[in-house]
């Protein structure tokens, strides 16, 4: 059997509603289990009957058969959501299979890298969440929106939680995990020479991350690959910038400014150095061919020198 046969196999099974209200049914009963008991407790069967509108004990019986081994597995005390059965269940809750609710135009600070101006607006764009520049209208950033966090929030709230969840998940992807499937994600680095279609912009090099296992890509400027990381942020902290509560977009006059750069200064292998600067101190972050960082290092003023471990 094929991975598409066995997947179709998979979704097959919940094309019986009844299967779909077990699955629900489960994932309430372990909501509701004591908060206090260390993970979750098996359903017996008894207690799932109750919860399900089914004819009779047979027919919930056969609905159980069918979903054990893919969506629950079943132990002596009775049945439990498997990983494929837990994703699908909250992606059922949350209800992420509708189309995103249009969350209209938001205001918001940035800088355009393309024109300079700070005329931003986000928005929703083909259900993508879309920051585009009013006064030279092309996008200048994208990212995904679920339908349950613009169901959730809304105006600044929605900016704010879009701009957590990339922080985290950008976050994950530069440890090298895929935050949709946790599998591994491989970086490489481009030269802004390399990519022919792209306009001006003051960004020399940029990062691709792929998951090898679900495909899921990531792409960005190399400052901001390191940005994402534990020296950056604690370095913008100290100079009373909280990076994290900044949207991607809201981040771009570093790059307008002349603040934050990124050089390559070796080749074979390849090495490169980002340098962010706040005032007359700067961060300087060398990464190596895979944008993995070899070492960091603080520079206050002309003296003194501080290596960070
Ligand atoms: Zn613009
Ligand atoms: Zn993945």
């Not at 799932?48 to 609905?63: A, F, P």
């Not at 390559?264 to 390849?270: S, V």
Request: include cysteine; charged fraction near 25%.
């Amino acid at each position: 059997m094929t991975a598409a046969q066995t997947a179709a196999d998979a979704f097959a099974l919940l094309s019986d509603p009844s299967r779909v209200t077990i699955l629900r049914a489960v994932a309430v009963a372990q909501y509701e289990q004591d908060p206090s008991s260390p993970g979750f407790e098996s359903l017996a069967f008894s207690e799932i009957y109750d919860r399900v509108d089914v004819d009779n004990t047979s027919k919930l019986s056969y609905h159980l058969g069918e979903l054990t081994g893919t969506y629950l597995r079943k132990d002596d005390d009775g049945y439990a959501l498997t990983h494929a059965g837990d994703q699908i269940v909250r992606f059922i809750l949350a209800e992420n299979f509708h189309e995103p609710t249009d969350v209209g135009t938001i205001e918001t600070d940035g800088t355009c890298f393309y024109c300079e101006e700070t005329a931003l607006e986000a928005g929703l764009d083909d259900q993508y969440f879309v920051v585009r520049c009013q006064a030279c209208d092309r996008p200048v950033t994208g990212y995904i929106v679920t339908p349950a966090q613009a169901r959730a929030s809304s105006g600044e709230a929605l900016l704010e939680s879009l701009t957590r969840k990339q922080w985290a998940e950008f976050g994950l992807v530069q440890a090298g995990v895929c935050p949709e499937c946790a599998g591994r994600v491989e970086t490489d680095v481009y030269s802004v020479d390399d990519l022919a279609t792209l306009e001006e912009v003051p960004i020399s090099h940029f990062t691709m991350h792929e998951c090898e296992a679900c495909l899921r890509r990531f792409s960005g400027p190399l400052a901001y690959a390191a940005a994402f990381r534990t020296p950056p942020i604690a370095f913008h902290w100290d100079h009373g910038v909280d990076l994290v509560q900044h949207g991607w977009w809201e981040l771009y006059d570093h790059l307008v400014a002349g603040q934050w750069t990124a050089d390559r200064i070796a080749t074979d292998p390849a090495e490169y150095r980002v340098v962010f600067r706040h005032g007359n101190a700067e961060l300087r972050m060398f990464l190596d061919d895979d944008a993995r960082t070899i070492r960091t290092e603080r520079v206050r003023g002309r003296g003194g020198r501080l290596t960070e471990p």
